[in-house]
Nanobody, 117 residues
């Protein structure tokens, strides 16, 4: 069974930075899609960033220019680098993967990010 373990969340002041990590229990080189969602209190879970096996990335409009996603295949890890954080970025951030284009998403347990103003 594939496991995803996130880390790197915490409390940060507005304007600060955090880097989230997600370690996957299986080699990620050929995994179709890796990414991050977030869920703020009282809101639905929303996509934040994705990276395909080809290296193509996508960032949600609200985070473009501030967030970036990357993967280290040698470490089976995907990262979410976040800069210029604001209160609207406060949420639980979930790592996920999709083994193939028709597979369902598999999720980590989430890591809390809290931005204080």
């Amino acid at each position: 069974q594939v496991r995803l373990v996130e880390s790197g969340g915490g409390l940060v002041q507005a304007g600060g930075s955090l880097r989230l990590s997600c370690v996957v229990s299986t080699p990620i080189t050929n995994i179709y899609r890796l990414g991050w969602y977030r869920q703020a209190p009282g809101k639905q879970r929303e996509p934040v960033a994705t990276i395909l096996a080809t290296g193509v990335t996508n960032i949600v409009d609200s985070a473009k220019g501030r967030f970036s996603i990357s993967r280290d295949n040698a470490k089976n890890t995907v990262y979410l680098q976040m800069h210029s954080l604001n209160s609207e970025d406060t949420a639980v951030y979930y790592c996920y993967l999709q083994l193939g284009p028709f597979d369902s998403n598999r999720w980590g347990q989430g890591t809390q990010v809290t931005v204080s103003s």
